[in-house]
């Protein structure tokens, strides 16, 4: 299974939201590219990163720093954060991205999600940010009336490569994922999914990798927190 450390950037420096919210953030030291280095050199492979300005804006706010990022050391990055375009796709696939995350602009007009996934051939992941079931979007700002499993039917047969599901009541809380509501997507996913929100512990990492349909996990703010150590995390990441 693939642990991916998360960056998220706002304001040029890591940060870690609680519940998505904007107004109950923490900021960290160490620069987005420095967190990326370090992750390096713990021996990861792989790498979640949130342009939170992005998410607010819909412009790619932080490509410098994420071509930085993916020109320095050779991880392989998914992005997300405001994606709305298939120009703004084009600029993260031409800095070396490995998957660019489509959310809000996915959500709100499916053909997108189609047109996108037909020209960037196994490109394309799949955000769904939920809550209690259903789907938020523009930074969890909004909450829409679409049910997560009934969209996800409808856009099932897209060619999307990758889903990231994250529960956000769960999000930067370290209360463990939402297991189960995690499952019920990955069972009727068409392409694997990685898990989002509230991973606190290694056993939280175990129990991951028992399920089915689970290609990875994304892990925040329990890094940062030092809830669970690099060098402990590193041994899970296969």
């Not at 987005?32 to 790619?60: C, M, S, W």
């Not at 490995?98 to 047109?115: D, P, R, T």
């Not at 809550?131 to 679409?146: A, I, P, T």
């Not at 990231?164 to 996913?189: C, L």
Request: net charge negative; aromatic share 6%; proline share 2%.
């Amino acid at each position: 299974m693939k642990i991916f450390p998360a960056i998220d950037i706002k304001d040029k420096k890591c940060v870690r939201l609680v519940k998505g919210d904007f107004d109950n953030k923490t900021e960290y030291e160490l620069s987005p590219v420095e967190q990326a280095g370090r992750y390096k050199d713990h021996g990861f492979k792989n790498l979640h990163i949130v342009d939170l300005d992005g998410a607010l804006t819909g412009e790619t706010v932080n490509l410098d720093i994420i071509k930085d990022i993916v020109g320095k050391f050779n991880l392989n990055v998914e992005v997300g954060g405001g994606i709305r375009s298939i120009g703004s796709i084009q600029e993260y696939i031409d800095a070396g991205v490995e998957k660019v995350i489509l959310g809000s602009a996915a959500i709100k007009n499916k053909n997108f999600l189609k047109e996108a996934c037909k020209k960037f051939t196994n490109k394309i992941a799949l955000g769904l940010d939920a809550k209690d079931g259903y789907l938020s979007v523009s930074g969890w700002k909004e909450h829409s009336n679409q049910l997560t499993l009934d969209y996800l039917k409808e856009v099932n047969d897209y060619g999307v490569s990758r889903l990231i599901y994250t529960d956000i009541n769960r999000d930067g809380m370290k209360q463990s994922p939402n297991f189960d509501e995690t499952s019920r997507v990955a069972d009727i996913s068409n392409c694997p999914v990685i898990i989002s929100g509230g991973v606190s512990s290694i056993e939280d990492i175990k129990k991951a990798k028992s399920l089915n349909n689970i290609e990875g996990i994304i892990v925040g703010k329990a890094i940062y927190d030092g809830d669970i150590k690099l060098d402990e995390l590193v041994k899970e990441d296969a």
